[in-house]
Protein backbone atom coordinates (compact mmCIF):
# COMPACT_ATOMS: atom_id res chain seq x y z
CA UNK A 1 0.00 0.00 0.00
CA UNK A 2 2.90 2.20 0.39
CA UNK A 3 4.59 1.55 -2.04
CA UNK A 4 1.64 2.81 -4.26
CA UNK A 5 0.90 5.85 -2.33
CA UNK A 6 4.74 6.67 -3.27
CA UNK A 7 4.70 6.05 -6.69
CA UNK A 8 0.95 7.88 -7.09
CA UNK A 9 2.57 11.09 -5.48
CA UNK A 10 5.59 10.64 -7.51
CA UNK A 11 4.04 10.59 -11.07
CA UNK A 12 3.77 13.70 -13.36
CA UNK A 13 0.27 13.78 -13.89
CA UNK A 14 -1.19 15.55 -16.94
CA UNK A 15 2.02 14.07 -19.23
CA UNK A 16 1.63 10.46 -18.32
CA UNK A 17 -2.14 10.42 -18.05
CA UNK A 18 -2.92 6.67 -19.04
CA UNK A 19 -0.19 5.35 -17.09
CA UNK A 20 -1.71 7.35 -13.76
CA UNK A 21 -4.82 6.31 -14.69
CA UNK A 22 -3.81 2.60 -14.75
CA UNK A 23 -1.79 2.78 -11.29
CA UNK A 24 -5.32 4.74 -10.14
CA UNK A 25 -6.98 1.48 -10.98
CA UNK A 26 -4.63 -0.47 -9.20
CA UNK A 27 -4.68 1.57 -5.94
CA UNK A 28 -8.56 1.30 -6.05
CA UNK A 29 -8.39 -2.51 -6.69
CA UNK A 30 -6.06 -2.91 -3.81
CA UNK A 31 -8.02 -0.67 -1.31
CA UNK A 32 -11.54 -2.32 -2.20
CA UNK A 33 -10.27 -5.63 -1.15
CA UNK A 34 -9.65 -4.02 2.93
CA UNK A 35 -11.42 -2.66 6.15
CA UNK A 36 -9.34 0.38 5.52
CA UNK A 37 -11.81 2.88 4.15
CA UNK A 38 -10.03 5.72 5.33
CA UNK A 39 -7.17 5.32 2.86
CA UNK A 40 -9.85 5.30 0.15
CA UNK A 41 -11.45 8.61 1.03
CA UNK A 42 -7.90 10.00 1.14
CA UNK A 43 -7.12 9.08 -2.26
CA UNK A 44 -10.57 10.14 -3.39
CA UNK A 45 -9.78 13.27 -1.64
CA UNK A 46 -6.54 13.88 -3.36
CA UNK A 47 -7.74 13.51 -6.72
CA UNK A 48 -10.28 16.28 -8.02
CA UNK A 49 -8.66 15.01 -11.40
CA UNK A 50 -11.12 12.31 -11.63
CA UNK A 51 -13.11 15.00 -13.08
CA UNK A 52 -11.10 14.75 -16.33
CA UNK A 53 -11.43 11.26 -17.13
CA UNK A 54 -14.21 9.57 -18.98
CA UNK A 55 -17.20 8.10 -16.65
CA UNK A 56 -17.81 5.28 -19.32
CA UNK A 57 -14.39 4.06 -20.00
CA UNK A 58 -11.91 5.37 -16.88
CA UNK A 59 -9.54 7.04 -19.86
CA UNK A 60 -8.83 10.53 -19.89
CA UNK A 61 -11.64 12.65 -20.99
CA UNK A 62 -10.79 15.67 -24.13
CA UNK A 63 -10.14 18.20 -21.43
CA UNK A 64 -7.40 16.22 -20.00
CA UNK A 65 -6.33 15.20 -23.50
CA UNK A 66 -5.91 18.87 -24.59
CA UNK A 67 -4.33 19.31 -21.80
CA UNK A 68 -1.54 16.81 -21.72
CA UNK A 69 -0.61 17.45 -25.66
CA UNK A 70 -0.32 21.18 -24.78
CA UNK A 71 2.34 20.27 -21.64
CA UNK A 72 3.93 17.18 -24.02
CA UNK A 73 4.73 19.51 -27.32
CA UNK A 74 6.10 21.78 -24.77
CA UNK A 75 8.50 19.13 -24.02
CA UNK A 76 8.92 18.02 -27.46
CA UNK A 77 10.28 21.84 -28.31
CA UNK A 78 12.85 21.48 -25.56
CA UNK A 79 14.13 17.67 -26.38
CA UNK A 80 13.28 18.09 -30.17
CA UNK A 81 11.18 15.14 -30.30
CA UNK A 82 8.64 14.13 -32.72
CA UNK A 83 5.12 13.82 -31.35
CA UNK A 84 2.12 11.92 -33.41
CA UNK A 85 -1.44 12.37 -32.85
CA UNK A 86 -3.88 9.64 -33.79
CA UNK A 87 -7.58 10.01 -34.32
CA UNK A 88 -9.62 6.90 -34.08
CA UNK A 89 -13.18 7.02 -35.23
CA UNK A 90 -15.16 3.31 -34.84
CA UNK A 91 -16.79 3.31 -38.13
CA UNK A 92 -20.81 2.71 -38.42
CA UNK A 93 -20.94 3.00 -34.65
CA UNK A 94 -24.58 4.41 -35.07
CA UNK A 95 -25.46 1.00 -36.74
CA UNK A 96 -24.13 -0.83 -33.83
CA UNK A 97 -25.95 1.02 -31.17
CA UNK A 98 -29.54 1.16 -32.88
CA UNK A 99 -29.22 -2.63 -33.72
CA UNK A 100 -27.80 -3.89 -30.43
CA UNK A 101 -28.63 -1.11 -28.44
CA UNK A 102 -27.69 1.60 -26.00
CA UNK A 103 -26.48 -1.08 -23.50
CA UNK A 104 -24.48 -3.43 -25.61
CA UNK A 105 -22.90 -0.08 -27.35
CA UNK A 106 -21.53 1.21 -24.38
CA UNK A 107 -19.91 -2.24 -23.64
CA UNK A 108 -18.17 -1.98 -27.02
CA UNK A 109 -16.47 1.30 -26.42
CA UNK A 110 -15.03 -0.15 -22.83
CA UNK A 111 -13.70 -3.15 -24.78
CA UNK A 112 -12.44 -0.90 -27.31
CA UNK A 113 -10.67 1.52 -24.89
CA UNK A 114 -9.20 -2.19 -23.27
CA UNK A 115 -7.95 -3.14 -26.61
CA UNK A 116 -6.52 0.48 -26.59
CA UNK A 117 -4.41 0.20 -24.06
CA UNK A 118 -3.26 -3.48 -24.54
CA UNK A 119 -2.05 -2.07 -28.21
CA UNK A 120 -0.12 1.24 -26.99
CA UNK A 121 3.24 1.64 -24.67
CA UNK A 122 2.43 2.72 -20.91
CA UNK A 123 3.70 6.56 -22.21
CA UNK A 124 1.50 6.59 -24.83
CA UNK A 125 -1.96 8.55 -23.82
CA UNK A 126 -5.10 7.01 -24.75
CA UNK A 127 -8.36 9.51 -24.46
CA UNK A 128 -11.65 9.49 -25.08
CA UNK A 129 -13.10 12.12 -27.08
CA UNK A 130 -16.65 11.83 -26.69
CA UNK A 131 -18.69 9.53 -28.27
CA UNK A 132 -17.08 6.69 -30.39
CA UNK A 133 -14.07 8.83 -31.17
CA UNK A 134 -10.59 8.50 -29.85
CA UNK A 135 -7.67 9.98 -29.18
CA UNK A 136 -3.83 8.68 -28.69
CA UNK A 137 -0.41 10.81 -28.06
CA UNK A 138 2.40 9.08 -29.06
CA UNK A 139 5.93 10.25 -28.76
CA UNK A 140 8.18 8.96 -31.62
CA UNK A 141 11.73 9.78 -31.26
CA UNK A 142 12.46 7.39 -34.73
CA UNK A 143 10.40 10.20 -36.85
CA UNK A 144 6.73 9.73 -38.04
CA UNK A 145 6.53 6.97 -39.90
CA UNK A 146 6.60 4.96 -36.25
CA UNK A 147 3.14 6.32 -36.19
CA UNK A 148 2.03 4.64 -39.49
CA UNK A 149 3.34 0.90 -37.76
CA UNK A 150 1.07 1.61 -34.69
CA UNK A 151 -1.83 2.53 -37.06
CA UNK A 152 -1.96 -0.71 -38.62
CA UNK A 153 -1.14 -2.83 -35.27
CA UNK A 154 -4.38 -1.03 -34.10
CA UNK A 155 -6.39 -1.47 -37.27
CA UNK A 156 -5.06 -5.44 -36.80
CA UNK A 157 -6.07 -5.75 -33.39
CA UNK A 158 -9.21 -3.83 -33.40
CA UNK A 159 -10.46 -5.77 -36.08
CA UNK A 160 -10.75 -8.95 -33.78
CA UNK A 161 -14.40 -9.88 -32.96
CA UNK A 162 -15.64 -8.25 -30.18
CA UNK A 163 -17.58 -10.81 -27.35
CA UNK A 164 -20.75 -8.86 -26.35
CA UNK A 165 -23.17 -10.57 -24.11
CA UNK A 166 -23.43 -13.88 -26.77
CA UNK A 167 -23.21 -11.37 -29.64
CA UNK A 168 -19.58 -11.33 -31.58
CA UNK A 169 -19.49 -7.66 -33.14
CA UNK A 170 -16.44 -7.28 -36.02
CA UNK A 171 -15.80 -3.54 -36.36
CA UNK A 172 -13.63 -1.36 -38.36
CA UNK A 173 -11.73 2.15 -37.64
CA UNK A 174 -10.51 4.69 -39.60
CA UNK A 175 -7.18 6.87 -38.11
CA UNK A 176 -6.31 10.43 -38.92
CA UNK A 177 -2.95 11.07 -38.10
CA UNK A 178 -1.20 14.44 -37.77
CA UNK A 179 2.41 15.02 -36.39
CA UNK A 180 4.39 18.19 -34.49
CA UNK A 181 6.64 19.48 -36.00
CA UNK A 182 5.61 18.70 -39.32
CA UNK A 183 2.16 19.84 -39.53
CA UNK A 184 2.02 22.57 -37.18
CA UNK A 185 3.58 23.98 -34.21
CA UNK A 186 0.30 25.08 -32.56
CA UNK A 187 -1.72 22.29 -30.69
CA UNK A 188 -5.61 23.68 -31.56
CA UNK A 189 -3.87 23.51 -35.49
CA UNK A 190 -2.65 20.18 -34.93
CA UNK A 191 -5.77 18.31 -33.54
CA UNK A 192 -8.03 20.11 -36.27
CA UNK A 193 -5.28 18.50 -38.86
CA UNK A 194 -5.62 15.28 -37.31
CA UNK A 195 -9.39 15.06 -37.58
CA UNK A 196 -9.48 16.07 -41.33
CA UNK A 197 -6.87 13.00 -41.87
CA UNK A 198 -9.38 11.00 -40.26
CA UNK A 199 -12.16 12.12 -42.53
CA UNK A 200 -10.28 11.67 -45.38
CA UNK A 201 -9.75 8.13 -44.45
CA UNK A 202 -13.71 7.46 -43.89
CA UNK A 203 -13.99 8.72 -47.53
CA UNK A 204 -10.98 6.50 -48.44
CA UNK A 205 -13.82 3.73 -47.35
CA UNK A 206 -12.78 3.34 -44.27
CA UNK A 207 -10.89 0.74 -41.85
CA UNK A 208 -7.61 2.70 -43.27
CA UNK A 209 -5.50 5.71 -41.81
CA UNK A 210 -4.46 8.58 -43.34
CA UNK A 211 -1.56 11.43 -42.45
CA UNK A 212 -2.66 14.78 -42.67
CA UNK A 213 0.83 16.16 -44.40
CA UNK A 214 0.05 14.94 -48.39
CA UNK A 215 4.02 13.24 -48.90
CA UNK A 216 3.01 11.30 -45.93
CA UNK A 217 -0.03 10.47 -47.32
CA UNK A 218 1.45 9.24 -49.97
CA UNK A 219 3.52 6.95 -48.37
CA UNK A 220 1.00 5.72 -46.34
CA UNK A 221 -1.23 5.13 -49.02
CA UNK A 222 1.24 2.98 -50.81
CA UNK A 223 1.77 0.71 -47.58
CA UNK A 224 -1.66 0.40 -47.43
CA UNK A 225 -1.99 -0.43 -50.98
CA UNK A 226 1.03 -3.12 -50.73
CA UNK A 227 -0.81 -4.44 -47.47
CA UNK A 228 -4.35 -4.80 -49.17
CA UNK A 229 -2.26 -6.71 -52.02
CA UNK A 230 -0.59 -8.86 -50.04
CA UNK A 231 -3.96 -10.02 -48.01
CA UNK A 232 -4.98 -11.57 -51.25
CA UNK A 233 -1.97 -12.53 -52.83
CA UNK A 234 -1.83 -16.08 -51.12
CA UNK A 235 -5.77 -16.62 -52.43
CA UNK A 236 -4.42 -15.27 -55.87
CA UNK A 237 -1.75 -17.70 -55.79
CA UNK A 238 0.88 -14.92 -56.37
CA UNK A 239 3.47 -16.57 -54.09
CA UNK A 240 5.98 -18.52 -55.64
CA UNK A 241 9.07 -20.47 -54.24
CA UNK A 242 12.43 -20.57 -55.67
CA UNK A 243 15.31 -22.77 -54.45
CA UNK A 244 19.17 -22.00 -53.92
CA UNK A 245 21.57 -25.12 -53.65
CA UNK A 246 23.50 -25.44 -50.92
CA UNK A 247 27.52 -27.59 -52.21
CA UNK A 248 29.65 -29.13 -49.56
CA UNK A 249 33.37 -28.40 -49.94
CA UNK A 250 34.70 -31.95 -49.48
CA UNK A 251 34.71 -34.59 -51.82
CA UNK A 252 33.39 -34.26 -55.55
CA UNK A 253 31.83 -30.77 -54.34
CA UNK A 254 27.84 -32.43 -53.65
CA UNK A 255 24.84 -30.66 -53.64
CA UNK A 256 23.28 -31.08 -50.08
CA UNK A 257 20.63 -29.22 -50.11
CA UNK A 258 18.51 -25.99 -51.27
CA UNK A 259 17.12 -23.44 -49.00
CA UNK A 260 13.67 -22.15 -50.51
CA UNK A 261 13.17 -18.78 -50.82
CA UNK A 262 9.86 -16.88 -51.14
CA UNK A 263 8.82 -14.31 -53.68
CA UNK A 264 6.07 -12.43 -54.65
CA UNK A 265 4.52 -12.22 -58.33
CA UNK A 266 2.75 -8.93 -57.72
CA UNK A 267 0.33 -7.90 -60.62
CA UNK A 268 1.70 -4.79 -62.40
CA UNK A 269 5.05 -5.16 -60.15
CA UNK A 270 6.39 -8.39 -61.48
CA UNK A 271 8.75 -10.09 -58.89
CA UNK A 272 8.84 -8.87 -55.44
CA UNK A 273 11.98 -9.53 -53.25
CA UNK A 274 11.24 -10.76 -49.71
CA UNK A 275 12.83 -7.80 -48.34
CA UNK A 276 10.10 -5.27 -49.51
CA UNK A 277 7.04 -7.89 -48.02
CA UNK A 278 8.47 -9.50 -45.31
CA UNK A 279 8.23 -6.85 -42.58
CA UNK A 280 4.49 -5.67 -43.76
CA UNK A 281 3.63 -9.28 -43.72
CA UNK A 282 5.13 -9.27 -39.81
CA UNK A 283 3.13 -6.02 -38.95
CA UNK A 284 -0.12 -7.23 -40.20
CA UNK A 285 -0.11 -10.99 -38.77
CA UNK A 286 -0.24 -12.22 -42.41
CA UNK A 287 2.86 -14.27 -41.96
CA UNK A 288 1.06 -16.98 -40.17
CA UNK A 289 -0.36 -17.81 -42.61
CA UNK A 290 2.05 -17.12 -45.56
CA UNK A 291 4.42 -19.45 -43.42
CA UNK A 292 1.72 -22.03 -43.31
CA UNK A 293 1.51 -21.94 -47.32
CA UNK A 294 5.53 -22.15 -47.31
CA UNK A 295 5.80 -25.10 -45.01
CA UNK A 296 2.61 -26.76 -47.09
CA UNK A 297 4.27 -26.10 -50.42
CA UNK A 298 7.76 -26.63 -49.83
CA UNK A 299 6.85 -30.26 -48.72
CA UNK A 300 4.70 -30.76 -51.19
CA UNK A 301 7.71 -30.24 -53.91
CA UNK A 302 9.68 -32.61 -51.76
CA UNK A 303 7.27 -35.29 -52.00
CA UNK A 304 6.97 -34.60 -56.02
CA UNK A 305 10.56 -34.71 -56.23
CA UNK A 306 11.27 -37.87 -54.67
CA UNK A 307 8.54 -39.19 -57.06
CA UNK A 308 9.63 -37.96 -60.41
CA UNK A 309 13.18 -39.70 -59.64
CA UNK A 310 14.88 -36.62 -58.86
CA UNK A 311 15.73 -37.50 -55.79
CA UNK A 312 15.48 -36.72 -52.17
CA UNK A 313 16.68 -32.99 -51.61
CA UNK A 314 16.74 -31.30 -48.18
CA UNK A 315 15.12 -28.21 -47.92
CA UNK A 316 16.10 -24.83 -45.68
CA UNK A 317 13.28 -22.45 -45.00
CA UNK A 318 13.24 -19.47 -43.58
CA UNK A 319 10.83 -18.90 -40.45
CA UNK A 320 9.19 -15.80 -38.70
CA UNK A 321 10.83 -15.33 -35.10
CA UNK A 322 7.68 -14.01 -34.26
CA UNK A 323 5.76 -17.69 -35.61
CA UNK A 324 8.24 -19.55 -33.67
CA UNK A 325 8.04 -17.25 -30.19
CA UNK A 326 4.20 -17.80 -30.50
CA UNK A 327 4.59 -21.48 -29.83
CA UNK A 328 3.48 -22.49 -32.82
CA UNK A 329 6.67 -24.02 -34.71
CA UNK A 330 6.67 -27.81 -33.33
CA UNK A 331 2.64 -28.37 -34.39
CA UNK A 332 3.15 -26.77 -37.64
CA UNK A 333 6.03 -28.70 -38.10
CA UNK A 334 4.80 -31.93 -37.26
CA UNK A 335 1.36 -31.56 -38.87
CA UNK A 336 3.10 -30.56 -42.29
CA UNK A 337 5.69 -33.43 -42.39
CA UNK A 338 2.60 -36.11 -41.73
CA UNK A 339 0.65 -35.03 -44.10
CA UNK A 340 3.49 -34.70 -46.83
CA UNK A 341 4.44 -38.14 -45.88
CA UNK A 342 8.12 -36.82 -45.97
CA UNK A 343 11.09 -37.38 -44.10
CA UNK A 344 11.97 -34.76 -41.31
CA UNK A 345 15.52 -34.35 -42.36
CA UNK A 346 14.68 -33.08 -45.85
CA UNK A 347 13.80 -30.26 -44.33
CA UNK A 348 15.82 -27.28 -42.75
CA UNK A 349 14.31 -24.92 -40.83
CA UNK A 350 15.99 -21.21 -41.45
CA UNK A 351 14.28 -18.59 -38.67
CA UNK A 352 14.99 -15.13 -39.66
CA UNK A 353 13.57 -12.56 -37.46
CA UNK A 354 14.64 -9.99 -40.01
CA UNK A 355 12.76 -12.27 -42.90
CA UNK A 356 9.28 -14.21 -42.73
CA UNK A 357 8.28 -16.97 -41.34
CA UNK A 358 8.70 -19.86 -43.63
CA UNK A 359 7.82 -23.24 -42.16
CA UNK A 360 9.11 -26.17 -44.17
CA UNK A 361 7.11 -29.46 -43.40
CA UNK A 362 8.87 -33.00 -43.45
CA UNK A 363 9.11 -36.05 -41.73
CA UNK A 364 10.91 -36.14 -38.61
CA UNK A 365 14.47 -37.59 -38.97
CA UNK A 366 15.46 -35.62 -42.17
CA UNK A 367 14.27 -31.72 -40.81
CA UNK A 368 16.74 -29.20 -39.66
CA UNK A 369 15.73 -26.31 -38.06
CA UNK A 370 17.53 -22.52 -38.72
CA UNK A 371 16.88 -19.66 -36.14
CA UNK A 372 19.09 -16.61 -36.42
CA UNK A 373 21.18 -15.61 -33.97
CA UNK A 374 18.48 -12.92 -32.53
CA UNK A 375 15.60 -15.32 -32.39
CA UNK A 376 17.65 -17.76 -30.70
CA UNK A 377 18.39 -15.08 -27.71
CA UNK A 378 15.47 -12.89 -27.71
CA UNK A 379 13.50 -15.49 -25.36
CA UNK A 380 16.59 -17.95 -25.00
CA UNK A 381 15.25 -20.01 -21.81
CA UNK A 382 12.06 -20.32 -23.72
CA UNK A 383 13.86 -21.48 -27.21
CA UNK A 384 15.50 -23.76 -25.44
CA UNK A 385 12.78 -25.90 -24.31
CA UNK A 386 11.30 -25.44 -27.75
CA UNK A 387 14.43 -26.83 -29.73
CA UNK A 388 14.80 -29.81 -27.27
CA UNK A 389 10.93 -30.86 -28.28
CA UNK A 390 11.95 -30.26 -32.01
CA UNK A 391 15.44 -31.86 -31.51
CA UNK A 392 13.39 -35.08 -29.44
CA UNK A 393 11.90 -36.08 -32.96
CA UNK A 394 14.86 -35.82 -34.62
CA UNK A 395 14.73 -32.54 -36.42
CA UNK A 396 18.19 -30.80 -36.60
CA UNK A 397 18.77 -26.80 -35.81
CA UNK A 398 21.11 -24.76 -36.92
CA UNK A 399 21.89 -21.29 -36.44
CA UNK A 400 21.51 -18.48 -39.56
CA UNK A 401 23.69 -15.02 -39.80
CA UNK A 402 26.07 -16.49 -37.31
CA UNK A 403 28.29 -13.97 -35.45
CA UNK A 404 25.62 -10.68 -36.40
CA UNK A 405 23.87 -11.00 -32.73
CA UNK A 406 24.82 -10.79 -29.00
CA UNK A 407 24.48 -14.52 -28.45
CA UNK A 408 26.13 -15.66 -24.96
CA UNK A 409 28.11 -18.49 -25.26
CA UNK A 410 27.17 -20.20 -22.27
CA UNK A 411 23.45 -20.24 -23.79
CA UNK A 412 25.13 -21.41 -27.00
CA UNK A 413 26.45 -24.42 -25.60
CA UNK A 414 22.98 -25.17 -24.26
CA UNK A 415 21.53 -24.68 -27.95
CA UNK A 416 20.92 -28.18 -29.16
CA UNK A 417 23.11 -26.74 -32.42
CA UNK A 418 23.97 -28.94 -35.20
CA UNK A 419 25.04 -25.99 -37.82
CA UNK A 420 26.35 -22.51 -37.77
CA UNK A 421 26.09 -20.39 -40.92
CA UNK A 422 28.19 -17.76 -41.30
CA UNK A 423 26.87 -14.15 -42.23
CA UNK A 424 27.46 -12.70 -45.68
CA UNK A 425 28.72 -9.72 -43.97
CA UNK A 426 31.85 -11.67 -42.62
CA UNK A 427 31.98 -13.39 -46.30
CA UNK A 428 32.21 -10.72 -48.87
CA UNK A 429 35.68 -9.16 -48.00
CA UNK A 430 36.93 -12.60 -46.19
CA UNK A 431 39.57 -12.35 -48.97
CA UNK A 432 40.61 -9.05 -48.29
CA UNK A 433 39.60 -7.87 -44.75
CA UNK A 434 41.87 -9.84 -42.08
CA UNK A 435 39.67 -8.94 -39.15
CA UNK A 436 36.33 -10.84 -41.65
CA UNK A 437 39.02 -13.69 -42.18
CA UNK A 438 40.32 -13.94 -38.58
CA UNK A 439 36.32 -14.09 -37.29
CA UNK A 440 35.53 -16.72 -39.87
CA UNK A 441 38.26 -18.86 -39.86
CA UNK A 442 37.50 -18.46 -35.56
CA UNK A 443 33.97 -19.55 -36.00
CA UNK A 444 34.83 -22.50 -38.27
CA UNK A 445 37.00 -23.23 -35.61
CA UNK A 446 34.71 -23.06 -32.35
CA UNK A 447 31.91 -24.57 -34.42
CA UNK A 448 34.23 -28.17 -35.11
CA UNK A 449 35.73 -27.73 -31.53
CA UNK A 450 31.93 -28.66 -30.69
CA UNK A 451 31.09 -30.84 -33.16
CA UNK A 452 29.04 -28.24 -35.80
CA UNK A 453 29.14 -28.37 -38.63
CA UNK A 454 29.36 -24.88 -40.62
CA UNK A 455 27.84 -23.59 -43.86
CA UNK A 456 29.07 -20.11 -45.06
CA UNK A 457 26.60 -17.91 -46.74
CA UNK A 458 26.97 -15.42 -49.95
CA UNK A 459 30.05 -16.83 -51.46
CA UNK A 460 30.56 -15.29 -55.20
CA UNK A 461 33.91 -15.65 -55.87
CA UNK A 462 36.26 -19.11 -56.52
CA UNK A 463 38.70 -16.92 -54.39
CA UNK A 464 36.29 -17.00 -51.13
CA UNK A 465 35.59 -20.73 -51.85
CA UNK A 466 39.16 -21.28 -51.81
CA UNK A 467 39.97 -19.34 -48.43
CA UNK A 468 37.18 -21.66 -46.44
CA UNK A 469 37.92 -24.86 -47.98
CA UNK A 470 41.06 -24.24 -46.75
CA UNK A 471 39.95 -23.55 -43.22
CA UNK A 472 37.86 -26.79 -43.38
CA UNK A 473 34.36 -24.85 -43.80
CA UNK A 474 32.05 -28.02 -44.89
CA UNK A 475 29.30 -26.15 -47.28
CA UNK A 476 29.11 -22.90 -49.17
CA UNK A 477 25.87 -21.28 -50.18
CA UNK A 478 25.83 -18.36 -52.87
CA UNK A 479 25.86 -16.85 -56.02
CA UNK A 480 28.98 -18.53 -57.06
CA UNK A 481 26.48 -21.43 -57.45
CA UNK A 482 23.78 -20.26 -58.12
CA UNK A 483 20.74 -17.52 -57.16
CA UNK A 484 17.86 -18.80 -56.09
CA UNK A 485 16.13 -20.96 -58.66
CA UNK A 486 12.58 -22.55 -59.80
CA UNK A 487 11.92 -25.96 -58.32
CA UNK A 488 12.08 -26.78 -62.43
CA UNK A 489 15.85 -26.06 -62.37
CA UNK A 490 16.21 -27.64 -59.26
CA UNK A 491 15.53 -31.07 -61.06
CA UNK A 492 18.04 -30.62 -63.92
CA UNK A 493 21.30 -30.02 -61.26
CA UNK A 494 20.30 -32.87 -59.42
CA UNK A 495 20.19 -34.99 -62.62
CA UNK A 496 23.12 -33.55 -64.00
CA UNK A 497 24.85 -36.03 -61.60
CA UNK A 498 24.31 -33.75 -58.71
CA UNK A 499 27.12 -31.74 -59.29
CA UNK A 500 28.07 -27.50 -60.20
CA UNK A 501 30.73 -27.83 -62.38
CA UNK A 502 30.47 -24.22 -63.30
CA UNK A 503 28.65 -21.22 -61.83
CA UNK A 504 24.77 -21.13 -62.97
CA UNK A 505 23.46 -17.25 -63.02
CA UNK A 506 19.96 -18.05 -65.31
CA UNK A 507 17.30 -17.65 -62.64
CA UNK A 508 15.69 -14.73 -61.89
CA UNK A 509 15.37 -12.83 -58.90
Known amino acids: ME ?54 TRLPNRA ?3 ESLRKIIKQAETNQRVVSILFLDIDDFKNINDTLGRVLGDELLRQFSLRLL ?48 GHKVTVTTSIGISVYPTD ?7 IRNGGIAMYRSKNAGRDTYRFFTAEMNERAIEKLDQE ?21 LSGRGRITGVEALIRWNRPGYGFVAPLEFISVLEQTGLINRVGAWVIHSACKQIAEWR ?40 LEFELQTERALRENSIGSDMLELELTESSLMAHAKRTIDTLRRLKAIGIRISIDDFGT ?20 SFIADVTTNPADAAIATAIIGMAHSLNVKVVAEGVETLEQLDFLRVRGCDEIQGYYLAQPLPAIEISK ?3 RDNKLLQPVTTSIL
Open 405 to 424: GYSSLAYLKRFPVDVLKIDR
Open 307 to 346: RSGVGEIPVSVNVSGRQFSQGNLNRDVIRATQENNVEPEL
Open 493 to 495: LFL
Open 228 to 248: NALRLALDRHEFVLYYQPKME
Open 3 to 56: SYRLAWERMAFPVNATARYRLYCYGKREISSMSDIRHRKEIDRRLPQLARYDAL
Open 118 to 165: ECLRVRDMIARLGGDEFGCILITPDGSGDAGIVASKLRETLRQPFALS
Open 64 to 66: LFY
Open 184 to 190: SLDVDTL
